[in-house]
Each structure stands twice: as C-alpha cells, then as structure tokens.
C-alpha cells in the first residue's frame, strides 16, 4: 500500500486536519445551498431558544425551509473541476443541510413506512461529491470536525486554544465545545501521528542499529505520553457540556438511520440509492484508529478493505437471507450491532471509494462486508457487533482510510512486535502507550454513561410514566433512572454511530486491556510515568495508600499488641470503621470504572 509522500507530509504538519482552514463559503454556483443552511440555523437557533412553546412556529417554519429544498433545482456538482477544498465544503453543506431536512421532520413521518427521501436537489449533488472523496453520503466525522475548523487569529499558529468551529447546527456553545474537543484532541495527537510516522518509515528503510532503536523507543514514550494528554482534553469535555443539552438538544440533529431494525431506510432521490447509513461518530476519527493499529492492537472482525460500505438496503422481506452479486447467501448482518437478529440486507449500491468510481453497482451489507464473524465470536462477544471499527471506516475519507491500511503493514509491531521481543525498554514502551490507550478507553466509557446512558434512561422513564398517565390516569410513581435495569438500557441505547454501545465500547477495553496484559507476562516492566494526571488517578493512588496503609497499620498494631501486650492500645472500633470505609470507598470506584 503506497501513501504519497506528499500526503505523508500532511499527517505530519497537521495530522489528519487540511492543511490550510476548510473553506468557509463555497463560490457562487452553489451560493443558495450556503444560503439554506443560514437559514436552517437561524430558524433553529432563534426559534427553539425563546421557548418550547415556539416548537410549533419552529415547525411550521422548518416545513417552509423544506418546500423550498424540494423546489430548488439540482445543481450540477462536478468535483473533478474544484479545488478539494470546494468538495470538502460541499459534502460539509450538503450533509448538514440533509440532517436539517431529515431530522426537522416530526417523529411520525420519519418513521412512517419504511422510507425516507432526500430530494434529488440535495441527494444528486452529495451522491457525486461523496464518491470523488471517497466516503459516505451522509454526515460524517470528517463535517463536524476536520473540515469545519477554523483559526480564531490567523496570525498565530494552529493551537488547541487558536481554534473554533465553523458550523453548528444549534449555534450553542455548549455544543462548539462538544465538536472543539474532537478537534483539540486531533490538534494535540499531531505528535503521535508524527512519531508512528517515523517510525513505520525507518521501518521501510530499516538499518536497526542502536541509534535507531533508541529513537523508537523515544517515540513510543511520547505516544504513551500524548494519549495521557489526549485523556486529559477529551475529561475536558465535561466543563462546557452539560448532558441534558447534549442528549436532548444537539444529538437529534445528527442522527443516522442505523438505530435498530425499525429505522427507515434513507432514499436518495435521483441516485437509485436507498441506505441506512449511521450517523457520524468520533469512532470515524483516523487519529483514534490509529492508535490500535499502531500498537498491534486487533479488535476481531475488523479487518477491512477501502471503500464505503454504507450503501445498502434492508428489505426486510427475508430475515436470514442476504443477496450477494446476484447469489443468495445466508448470512447475517451485524450492521447495527448488538440485538442484531438476521437480517436481510438486499444491496443497491454504489461504492464510494477511489477504485470505483465508476456505477458499479454492488452488493454490500457494510459490516459483514469483510468479516462476518464465526460462532464462536459470536458466543464470546455476547452478540456484539465488534467489526464497528472497519464499519467506521468506510465514513472516512478515502486518504484517512488508505493511510491506515499503510500504517498497518509498516507498523514496528506488526506480527512478532519485533522490536519488542528483542528490547525490553522498546516493550516497557509499548505497554506503557497500551495502558494509556486504556486509560483512555476507560474515561470514554464514563463519559458515554454520563451523556448517553443516563440521559437516555431518564428520557425512557418519563416516556413511560406519560404513556402510563394517559392510559389510565395513574397518579405519576417516581421512576428513577437507576431502575431501569440493562436490557432495556440496550434496546433504547445506541450510539450514533447505530451500535449497542457499552457492550462494543467494553470489548474494545478489554482487548485493549489484553494487549497490555500480553506485554506485561513476557517481560514484566515498570511502567512509564505519566506526565500529567488527572483528579481521578489521583484520588486513586491516595485510596490506595490509605487502603493499603490501613491494613499495615492494622497489622503492625497486631503485633505491637502482642508484643507489648497491654502497653499499646488502639481504638479497635475506629479500626474496622475506618477499614469498612475504605473496602465500600474502593468498591464504588471499581462499580464506577467497570460501568
Ligand atoms: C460527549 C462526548 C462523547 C460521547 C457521548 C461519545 C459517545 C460515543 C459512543 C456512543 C460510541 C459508540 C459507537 C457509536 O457511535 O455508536 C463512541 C465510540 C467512539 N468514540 Fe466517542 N463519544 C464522545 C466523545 C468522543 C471523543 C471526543 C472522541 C475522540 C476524538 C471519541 C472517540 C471515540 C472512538 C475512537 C470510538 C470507537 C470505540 C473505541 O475505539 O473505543 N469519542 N463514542
Ligand atoms: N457517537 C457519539 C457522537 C460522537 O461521538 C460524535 C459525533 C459527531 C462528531 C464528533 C463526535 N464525537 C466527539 O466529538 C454519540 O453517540 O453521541
């Protein structure tokens, strides 16, 4: 797999950001798409802020906004004749201006029948602009982060403070912040994504003498390093972002249509395309895959090829068989993750990357696409669709997507981890950035409870006390959150990005817990000190000095007592007090990590 050198050296400056700030306008042919979305946000912003009583004007004036996008004329998109600037602008407006459409409608007509339809004014230009990019039609990772930043003073450099965003779909700060924390931590992994670079070059060109390998295991420091500051901006997300907000404002207006097997299939008029494609997700961020792939890190059932994937249908007319080029085959699609029951996914579609660009016309289900997992990883995954992150993939540029795959064949700890086997510093190395990783997939998965779980709990529990009132006008019953128990938290609860998400976001803990583990029996390392800690790890080490120093403490007043028999005297009841204490303390923190 061959990365340009000159691309290269885009990883390098800037990571996976463009080079130069995204295009803040596109020019003049396609002014009245800038003008809809304009008018979209200011529709939204104004009138959903006065008050909900505003919601009907809101409605009223959205379904104007929307008469107008069927009526307006398809304009041709040529990518081929614009700047990759103008098409990255384009796939920004015009997938931001689908979710506008799709999502102002009211619950009813998104769900009614199976099918939801993008004028072909919106639907035939984003088709075209998506499959010069090379990836999907719908609004992605890329739109909301990498190609929606903007310098806040030119004149400085690009920094995590000397950044903002360009488009928002609420204008609410609080959701500027959600996006600038993607985008800060893109800014900040810029030097691991330099350090795997080296490294995976040299590789090519490899001489392995000392200086070498003391550089590599420099770089891999800084990795382990930069993940432990990527951990500390991402926390960061909490002090501008409340769950409430997240939950019920902003995440309505970027939801895919891979929420379970109800969702309608989205019909892209005037393309032939009918998908259920997933909404974006930070889990389409190449910065973050990279990590896995750097460090050897294998999530099974993620094996993947280039391309998008999206493009299906579900007819739901069979569900155990799928069509696949022309040939029926069973099978099952674990496309939306875990409750999937077999699926028919009955493929239209167009591919979306480089090699066919051409209509080809195929048939996909995008997550079997490469791997449909076996028995037995069905049995040891619990039914979760793991192969999220090859899925993911495929909403990726296709530049992002290419690079990774040449990240994976010259990666220093591809197959044996060569360099780990022969040095036990290089080892240390690696498991220091893997137990970084995990740290980090540790703080997700608290923030996913926070912003998700919680809030999705909550909003079931009053769902069903309203239904229940207006069934046979009980008096209300506390329904706290709290109540709710699992499996209903999994068939209301799903990422945008249509997953069953703890179940997925915990697998990929352990397996990168597994990696860690792997590396620690062969040579068993200290560990590499973290630059910075957080609140958190260092409640975590005091918890753990008391603990442990209350048990000395314990057993030397033992032996003192039986030494000095009556001589020393210890308030026994404060003792097992103080140990009861510190056992529940230590308990809810580990309740609270699992979680
Ligand atoms: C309030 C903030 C966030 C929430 C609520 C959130 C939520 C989620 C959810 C629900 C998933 C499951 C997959 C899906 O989308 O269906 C997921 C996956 C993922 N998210 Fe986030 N996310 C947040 C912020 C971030 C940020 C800032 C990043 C990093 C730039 C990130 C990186 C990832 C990655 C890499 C995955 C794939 C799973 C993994 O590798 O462990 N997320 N996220
Ligand atoms: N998967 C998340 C959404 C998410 O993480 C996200 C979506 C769009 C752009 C960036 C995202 N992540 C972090 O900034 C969710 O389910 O709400």
Not at 24 to 43: D, M, T
Not at 96 to 106: A, C, E
Not at 182 to 194: D, N, P
Not at 350 to 375: D, K, L, M, Y
Request: aromatic letters at 8%.
């Amino acid at each position: 797999m061959e990365v340009s050198s000159e691309s290269r050296r885009g990883y390098t400056k800037y990571g996976f950001l463009t080079q130069e700030p995204p295009l803040r306008q596109l020019p003049l042919p396609f002014c009245q798409w800038e003008s809809l979305l304009k008018e979209a946000q200011v529709a939204v912003r104004t009138l959903k802020r006065i008050s909900t009583a505003c919601e009907s004007e809101l409605d009223y004036t959205m379904s104007q906004w929307r008469r107008q996008v069927r009526q307006m004329r398809v304009i041709r998109f040529e990518p081929q004749r614009c700047l990759e600037a103008v098409s990255h602008r384009a796939h920004h407006v015009l997938t931001f201006l689908v979710q506008y459409y799709i999502q102002s409608q009211s619950e009813e007509a998104r769900n009614r029948g199976t099918v939801v339809r993008i004028p072909a004014s919106l639907a035939v230009p984003l088709v075209a602009v998506s499959r010069h990019l090379g990836i999907a039609p719908i609004l992605t990772y890329a739109d909301t982060v990498l190609w929606n930043w903007k310098w806040i003073d030119p004149k400085k450099a690009v920094s995590v403070q000397n950044v903002g965003m360009i488009d928002l779909f609420t204008n609410d700060s609080q959701e500027e912040h959600f996006f600038l924390t993607s985008l800060r931590m893109e800014i900040c992994g810029r030097a691991s994504t330099k350090a795997m670079l080296e490294m995976s070059q040299s590789r090519s060109k490899r001489s392995d003498g000392d200086d070498d390998h003391r550089q590599l295991v420099e770089n891999v420091r800084t990795i382990a390093r930069n993940l432990d500051e990527l951990t500390d901006i991402f926390c960061a997300v909490r002090e501008g972002l409340t769950p409430d907000f997240f939950y019920n404002d902003f995440r309505p207006w970027i939801q895919g249509a891979d929420q379970g097997i109800e969702s309608p299939s989205w019909l892209y008029e005037g393309t032939g395309l009918i998908l259920q494609p997933s909404g974006p997700s930070a889990g389409q961020s190449a910065m973050m895959h990279s990590f896995d792939v750097f460090l050897g890190i294998e999530h099974p059932h993620s094996s993947y090829a280039p391309g998008s994937g999206c493009a299906y249908i579900n007819s739901a007319l069979n569900p155990h068989r799928e069509v696949r080029e022309g040939k029926t085959i069973a099978s099952r699609c674990p496309r939306s993750g875990g409750n999937d029951k077999p699926q028919v996914h009955q493929s239209v579609s167009h591919c979306f990357s480089h090699g066919s660009r051409s209509t080809q016309s195929q048939v996909r289900c995008p997550a079997s696409n490469h791997s449909i997992p076996s028995e037995r990883s069905s049995a040891q995954s619990n039914e979760v669709d793991t192969s999220f992150n090859a899925r993911m993939r495929t909403y990726m540029p296709i530049q992002h997507q290419e690079y990774l795959l040449w990240l994976k064949e010259h990666t220093p700890f591809r197959h044996t981890r060569e360099p780990v086997l022969k040095s036990q510093a290089a080892l240390e190395a690696h498991g220091a950035a893997v137990r970084a990783l995990q740290r980090w997939r540790n703080a997700h998965i608290q923030v996913v409870t926070q912003y998700v779980i919680l809030p999705a709990r909550r909003k079931f529990c009053l769902e069903a006390q309203a239904a229940a009132m207006a069934e046979n006008s009980t008096p209300r019953r506390e329904c706290p959150a709290a109540e709710i128990d699992e499996s209903t938290t999994k068939q209301v609860v799903r990422g945008t990005g249509g997953t069953s998400l703890i179940p997925l976001l915990k697998i990929y803990r352990e397996n990168t817990r597994n990696a860690a583990v792997g590396s620690a029996l062969m040579h068993p390392a200290k560990e590499i000190t973290r630059v910075q800690r957080g609140p958190f790890d260092l409640l975590w080490w005091l918890l753990s000095f008391f603990a442990v120093g209350g048990l000395l403490l314990r057993d030397v007043t033992e032996f003192l007592q039986k030494l000095l028999g009556a001589m020393v005297t210890f308030d026994k009841a404060g003792e097992s007090g103080l140990m009861v204490m510190l056992c529940s303390l230590w308990s809810h923190i580990l309740v609270a990590i699992d979680n």
